[in-house]
């Protein structure tokens, strides 16, 4: 499918058909989320993937009660990651890896400490939200491109999912997006001009 295609038939699937995607196109699908973009190139973020009918049962009703989440075949649960310290620990171990050069390295994680060191608690968690939306992105269109449907969903209570799934702090969970094949159909896409959202 031409990536327009992919982009114009998305759309969030209110149910599914409780038919299980195989465990090899999740693969592809984490895949395609891992290869989203983030700035300095932290990747804060985590996902908890969840199959378990029961489990997903525990988590509707803290999901308003949405049928996405039983009917779904995978519950992709996008956790934010604040913590910029281990971040940036991380990525240095990372790029040292894969052999950047040193005084490169340096430079990246230098760069992130200054910038992230300012920033309030809020505005780190801001920050790694705004960038785990990118990579839900991915996951969104990713589905699609692989022959199945999704849904992004930020109608949910997060502290009682981090309380059922027992999410570990610091991370947080910000979006949701179930994935399967649709037992629904897309309603009419509605969306404003391009003159309205160019100025
Ligand atoms: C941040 C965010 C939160 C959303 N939360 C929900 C939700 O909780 N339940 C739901 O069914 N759809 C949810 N949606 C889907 C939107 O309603 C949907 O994307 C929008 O109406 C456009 O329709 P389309 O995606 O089918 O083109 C959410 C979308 C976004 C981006």
């Known amino acids: 499918m031409e990536f327009a295609d992919i982009v114009m038939s998305r759309y969030a699937t209110k149910k599914f058909d409780t038919r299980k995607v195989p465990e090899t196109k999740i693969r592809e699908l984490l895949e395609l989320v891992r290869f989203a973009p983030s700035a300095m190139n932290l990747q804060p973020w985590k996902i908890k993937v969840i199959t378990d009918q029961k489990v997903k049962e ?27 310290d ?9 790029l040292k890896t894969h052999g950047v ?12 400490v200054q910038f992230t060191g300012g920033m309030s608690p ?7 939200q705004a960038q785990t939306y990118l990579a839900l ?16 969903m930020g109608g949910f209570d997060p502290k009682e999912f981090t309380r059922i799934l027992n999410i570990p702090p610091p991370l947080v969970p910000v979006m949701l ?9 897309p309603m009419p896409k509605v969306r404003f001009a391009t003159e309205e959202i160019i100025f």
Request: proline share 6%.
């Open 58 to 84: 525990q988590l509707k009703p803290a999901a308003f009660g949405q049928e996405q989440i039983t009917t779904c075949s995978h519950l992709l649960v996008f956790c934010a990651d604040p913590d910029y």
């Open 86 to 94: 281990r971040l940036i620990r991380r990525l240095g171990v990372l």
């Open 101 to 112: 050069p040193e005084e490169v390295h340096t430079m990246v994680t230098g760069m992130a």
């Open 122 to 128: 809020d505005q780190k968690f801001a920050w790694s």
């Open 137 to 152: 992105g991915n996951a969104l269109n990713g589905a699609k491109a692989l022959g199945f449907d999704s849904c992004p």
């Open 177 to 185: 997006c179930p994935v399967g094949y649709a037992a629904d159909k």
